[in-house]
């Protein structure tokens, strides 16, 4: 059973505007969220965290949202380049997991130009 | 900045082979990941270990086995291979069992194919 789900496999965006990557998990111990960049043969690469004690994260232009009723959050690209272009993962681990994550299964974005 | 090294890129074996993969955290990380990521699949916790010992177990099969070195690198060694294991194996370091005092970094990974 799938704890963290990135129900859109894919994403398309025009340049400039804003991407919305959206992850629903369904652990409730879940405490800490991330979201990873994937480039083709390399691995992921750290972009963005969150905390479940807070609501949004920002970083440039990169801001995460987190809505703990829900169980959702949701990465906002704003604006979106070409070299976003990459596999997004989702990942979110509990504070008893000692580290290890829980990822998604990813969404692949496209930004055109 | 110098990142998880991660040896070697790729890899071939037969079934039933052995294959060990090695990984070299950034400098000063005590914990070390190991994930596998099957083909269009997420990547899947298998090990990791914080200061020398292990610290906590995910979906490693019986046949795998891990340890983390007194320099801190760490091995994978996988025996009796099988089809099913041909994958992407990611390893990850961080300082004090991250993510949340901090997040895991990743290499670039080991293909394995079995054939």
């Known amino acids: 059973d799938q704890q963290v789900k990135q129900n859109s496999p894919s994403l398309s965006v025009q340049e400039g505007r804003i991407s919305i990557l959206n992850c629903d998990y369904t652990?409730?111990?879940?405490?800490?969220f991330l979201w990873y960049k994937k480039y083709p043969a390399e691995g992921p690469t750290f972009l963005i965290s969150?905390?479940?004690?807070?609501d949004k994260n920002e970083d440039g232009r990169f801001t995460v949202f987190l809505n703990k009723s829900a169980k959702h959050l949701s990465l906002h690209i704003v604006p979106s380049q070409p070299g976003d272009s990459a596999v997004y993962f989702c990942?979110?681990?509990?504070?008893?997991?000692?580290?290890?994550?829980?990822f998604g299964k990813g969404t692949k974005l496209s930004v055109k130009p | 900045a110098a990142g998880v090294i991660q040896s070697p890129r790729h890899l071939i074996k037969e079934k039933r082979e052995t294959a060990t993969l090695k990984c070299y955290p950034i400098?000063?990380?005590?914990?070390v990941y190991w994930y596998q990521q099957g083909p269009g699949q997420d990547p899947q916790f298998l090990i990791s270990?914080?200061?020398?010992?292990?610290?906590d177990k995910g979906s490693i099969p019986d046949r795998f086995s891990a340890q983390q070195f007194s320099d801190y690198h760490s091995e994978l060694n996988m025996s009796s291979l099988e089809l099913g294991d041909s994958a992407l194996y990611f390893c990850?370091?961080?300082?004090?069992?991250?993510?949340?005092?901090?997040?895991?970094?990743f290499g670039n990974g080991t293909r394995l194919t079995v054939t």
């Open positions: 990850a370091s961080s300082f004090l069992q991250g993510p949340s005092s901090s997040p895991l970094h």
């Open positions: 652990n409730s111990m879940f405490d800490y």
């Open positions: 969150i905390s479940s004690i807070k």
């Open positions: 990942a979110a681990s509990d504070g008893g997991s000692q580290g290890n994550l829980i």
């Open positions: 400098p000063r990380h005590d914990t």
């Open positions: 270990f914080y200061e020398k010992m292990q610290s």
